[in-house]
């Protein structure tokens, strides 16, 4: 059936959303904009302007629900003066608050868990007749193919795409595990479908994303398929250039993994592999299913396999019973493996987990480990990204820069380098030289 173009007055109702936390909210948000649009929403950047407020929520960072609350509280003069504004949670905060949400800020009209934001439409639909909508669910259906296809857009050069969602560690800090719930795979052909749509549409970079991504095993034929065998799939798309995958566990960095990163060339020298602690009795304590020396062993075969790979971890500093000397094994580590980049937290109670109780380190302790444990992973970074100057690597442009003629753009290792290219284009791959470390950046010349 020929599709309807006829035009109409009726004007587009506007959606903000703002989004929390990881890199899978910002996709799981482009997914919710587009399931929105075929309800008659378009984006916008202000909540002013807004007729559906949609806070995509984030549970990992300290004190995650109350930070959403405050979020919601700024909205209440608005709501106030359009009535009809519609306001939203979404996302993990919402999986883990549930109703408590609707009762803590009544003005709340809907709340949608990570899982079921793939009905988002229909419950938009309830609350225009002053229904309240809340879907909490861990429905059967495959969320990714109850949403609608993407439009052909042009997109911007760089793209991501969940593969995998849910974990079965249960570390004993994390909420994972009850937000998103136990890990599923999309099927491969459909993973490599919407990979084919963002090349179709300008993408030349994907990140492939999963709350434990290299536990990925997608259906395949009549078997399964690893994340290296995804990877390899992926690798035969023409136009698609550059590959990524965030975030691993060390447990699930099989063998055809590490060989990938050797032999791939689209696969980036980038990983993204953390550990946590680098104390044996706080990786137990933990439930990280992986000690330290695992840990070191796995990185010198990974490194034997790409010896110019970047690496980047996380770390988490006070958690219950840790002591100096565990702490010590922490920064023993770091200085033994060498990151690139890292992410590093003090510890913060997360309601419902394991560590939620048990006796807390000394906060003013474990402020001052934080810092230290900082200023070495900020000292490691600085010297990494010092020694590219000389070296050349190529660069993906994704925006201009400040400076006339300059582009800016990320290296295989995912620095941010800026280039002065009066011809370049966003999306180009360009040649360059390091000349130039400053303090979260390179600078770079043609060759």
């Known amino acids: 059936?020929?599709?309807?173009?006829?035009?109409?007055?009726?004007?587009?109702?506007?959606?903000f959303i703002k989004t929390y936390g990881c890199q899978m909210n910002v996709y799981d948000s482009e997914r919710m904009a587009e399931a929105m649009g075929g309800a008659g929403y378009e984006?916008?950047?202000?909540?002013d302007d807004a007729d559906m407020i949609l806070l995509n929520t984030c549970h990992i960072r300290e004190k995650a629900a109350e930070k959403v609350y405050s979020e919601l509280g700024r909205f209440k003069g608005l709501k106030a003066e359009k009535p009809d504004l519609k306001i939203g949670v979404a996302g993990c905060v919402a999986q883990a608050e549930g109703e408590e949400i609707m009762r803590r800020q009544p003005m709340v009209?809907?709340?949608?868990?990570?899982?079921?934001?793939?009905?988002?439409?229909e419950m938009e639909a309830k609350t225009q007749e002053g229904v309240k909508a809340l879907d909490t669910d861990f429905p059967e259906e495959d969320k990714f193919e109850k949403l609608k296809r993407r439009p052909k857009a042009k997109r911007a050069p760089t793209a991501f795409l969940t593969v995998q969602e849910g974990c079965d560690k249960f570390c004993a800090f994390c909420v994972v595990p009850y937000t998103r719930g136990a890990e599923v795979s999309r099927p491969v052909d459909r993973v490599l479908t919407e990979a084919r749509d963002?090349?179709?549409?300008?993408?030349?970079?994907?990140?492939?994303?999963?709350?434990?991504?290299?536990?990925?095993?997608?259906?395949?034929?009549?078997?399964?398929?690893?994340l290296a065998g995804l990877i390899w799939e992926l690798d035969k798309i023409d136009g698609l250039e550059r590959i990524r995958f965030t975030t691993s566990h060390p447990n699930d960095m099989m063998d055809d993994l590490i060989e990938a990163h050797g032999t791939c060339d689209k696969l980036m020298p980038y990983l993204h592999l953390p550990?946590?602690?680098?104390?044996?009795?706080?990786?137990?304590?933990?439930?990280r299913s992986h000690d330290r020396d695992s840990y070191i062993k796995l990185i010198e075969r990974i490194r034997a396999a790409r010896p110019d790979l970047l690496l980047s971890g996380d770390f988490i500093v006070g958690f219950p019973e840790e002591t100096e000397e565990d702490f010590q094994d922490t920064m023993d580590l770091i200085k033994e493996v060498r990151y690139g980049q890292a992410y590093s937290f003090k510890y913060s109670i997360r309601p419902g987990t394991p560590a939620a109780e048990r006796p807390l380190v000394d906060p003013a302790e474990a402020n001052d480990r934080l810092q230290r444990l900082q200023a070495l992973l900020g000292q490691q970074q600085k010297d990494i990204q010092d020694s590219m100057v000389g070296k050349e690597v190529n660069v993906l442009y994704e925006k201009p820069g400040r400076?006339?003629?300059?582009?800016?753009?990320?290296?295989?290792?995912?620095?941010a380098v800026y280039v002065a290219d009066p011809?370049?284009?966003?999306?180009?791959?360009?040649?360059?030289?390091?000349v130039e470390s400053a303090a979260n950046s390179l600078g770079g010349v043609l060759i």
């Open 423 to 434: 011809a370049g284009k966003i999306g180009d791959i360009k040649r360059v030289r390091i």
């Open 43 to 47: 984006t916008t950047d202000s909540p």
């Open 275 to 287: 550990v946590q602690s680098g104390s044996n009795k706080i990786l137990k304590r933990m439930n």
């Open 198 to 226: 963002l090349v179709e549409r300008g993408v030349r970079e994907i990140t492939l994303l999963g709350q434990n991504v290299n536990a990925y095993h997608g259906v395949h034929g009549g078997g399964d398929m690893t």
């Open 1 to 15: 059936m020929a599709e309807n173009t006829t035009t109409t007055t009726t004007e587009k109702k506007k959606l």
């Open 109 to 121: 009209d809907l709340v949608v868990g990570p899982q079921a934001y793939h009905r988002l439409p």
């Open 403 to 415: 400076l006339e003629g300059q582009m800016v753009g990320k290296s295989d290792y995912l620095h």
